[in-house]
């Protein structure tokens, strides 16, 4: 098995937090989100306890909401002490409505309308990720506007590329986040940010990308930064009290994927810190890290009724399942990896090649191509695993397809956090 929360019962069939996923399925329908909040709430410990023992006082990690974000998930994340990452006024709202401190919350975007600005400001969001300069100047005025100094942590390019996918690496110079670091513009946006008398600069921002497996590239930025931030002391007398990573560390999708060891990999970015900062004479700075997919991607999976198999003799055979796209784009996308397993007969022979295709009329509507499952039939269940981060969160109502429930598992007991969409909620807004 991928994870150790996943097993199968006497009947072969497959258990989430020792819930059988055909009784799920039966009592909350299919396509299901099913969430197990336990290995959630031990994703973020993994986090908050390696951060507190090995880096410096104060370091700790914000969960970036764009790759889960609904009210429930909130308190679950306040309980285990993390903050957030929010990315947009609607994040704000569902961070606020479950509950969660605004003073918690890092705001992020590239494109921050005076709307967002304001809304964010009179929320009390505790910190903007600043992007860039002409932001810097809206956020001052408006901060003025409501007598406020507001907290910042300026965004910069590192101009690393951490080998992963090109459409999730962001730290390269080329790209829309942040400014670049090796072009000078870097220096002369935090110079203009020192100046502005409504903000309270705390740092610098970098994030280099996603499914990151080791260390190495984080403290490859680390070194990148302090370099910065010792141009940046040197010339305009300001040290930064924080650095915060971004995100990035990945999960397994599939068996051949690495296990990431996050407690090791934290130990081995603070040492290296430790060591930056010692060989520059520079203080030691609290550090963030924005986990998003390594906090919520393993602790989910989504559940599919299979509609049935049809053979192009010759060619291949399909699964077909009454989802697809619109629960989980990722394949579509970029023809993301996933584990499909066969919920309802995990102890049968996997001797039937074939890929499984979702219900929307778009032929790369593919959930993943070319596995191996037993001979499937109408009613059968299927298990996508690794669905927790960014799949409810990109979902979409494609083809006027309803968005699936997700449940939340909890010490052997399953709850509905959010319910499935109805048809009158496909034509809620329209008059
Ligand atoms: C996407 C993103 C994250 C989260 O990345 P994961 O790979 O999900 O950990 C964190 N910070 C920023 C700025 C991001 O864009």
Redo the contacts with the bound molecule.
Sequence with gaps: MLYENLSVNEKGRLCVGGLDTVQLAAEFGAPLYVLDEDRVRANCQRYVQAMQAYLPAGSRPLF?G??LCFKGLYPVLEEEGMEA?V?SPGEIYTALAGGFPPEKLYF?GNNKTDEDIQFALSSGVGCF?VDNPLELRRLDHYAGTMGKRQRVLL?VTPGIDPHTLQA?N?GRIDCQ?GVPIETGQAERFVAEALTLEHLEVEGF?S?I????FEAAPFCDAVDILLDFAQGIREKLGFTARVLNL?????VRYQERDPVVDIPGNIRALAEHLTAGCAAKDYPLPQVLL??????V?DAGLTLYRVGGVKTIEGYRSYVTVNGGMTDNPRYALYQAPYTVLPADRMNDQRTFRCSVAGRCCESGDLIQEEIDLPQMQREDLLAVLTTG??NFTMASNYNRLCRPALVMVRGGKARLAVRRQTFEDLTACEL
Excluded: N
């Design positions: 970036a764009k790759a990452d990315v992020h990720i965004r999730i962001t986040f921002h994030h990308g996603s499914q990151i971004g995100g990035g560390f990945g924005e986990p998003g997919r390594s906090i991607g981060a960014y």
